[in-house]
């Protein structure tokens, strides 16, 4: 069975999905896949997304790691419950209801924090804040 483990790199924490396993008598560790700053239901949800937006340079990597954090899922070394899977879509319903908001008022002062704002549960960080349209983000 595997496990979340998370881990502080220069005041940020990522998390890694984890299993231990035996060598030579003594404990290890290995990383199965890392999640950054996503739970497993917002990356399966975000990645496959990020995988299916083929206008995006990296579409095949997120795809990729769509397809390997879901085979961890199935095997049932890691559970996505449907209630989480309910949270991060109302999550991101909410996101795109705060982006039809600002996309429909007049331009003003705080407009791209705004957008920042609620584009942050649906962006990849440390990449700049592209415009998502609802069908990219399935």
């Not at 559970?79 to 705060?98: C, I, M, P, W």
Request: charged share 35%.
């Amino acid at each position: 069975m595997a496990f979340i483990r998370k881990k502080r790199v220069n005041g940020k924490e990522y998390a890694q999905v984890v299993e231990n396993y035996r060598e030579d008598g003594k404990v290890r560790q290995r990383v199965l896949l890392h999640l950054g700053i996503y739970s497993p239901a917002e990356a399966l949800s975000y990645w496959t997304g990020f995988g299916n937006n083929h206008k995006n340079s990296d579409w095949k990597r997120w795809a990729s790691k769509a397809k390997n954090l879901r085979s961890l899922v199935e095997q049932g070394k890691i559970t996505v419950t449907e209630e989480d899977k309910r949270q991060v879509e109302a999550k991101r319903q909410e996101s795109l209801e705060a982006l039809r908001k600002l996309i429909g008022e007049p331009r003003g002062g705080g407009c791209a924090r705004q957008v920042r704002e609620a584009l942050r549960p649906v962006h990849r960080p440390g990449k700049p804040a592209q415009w998502i349209k609802e069908e990219h983000l399935a």
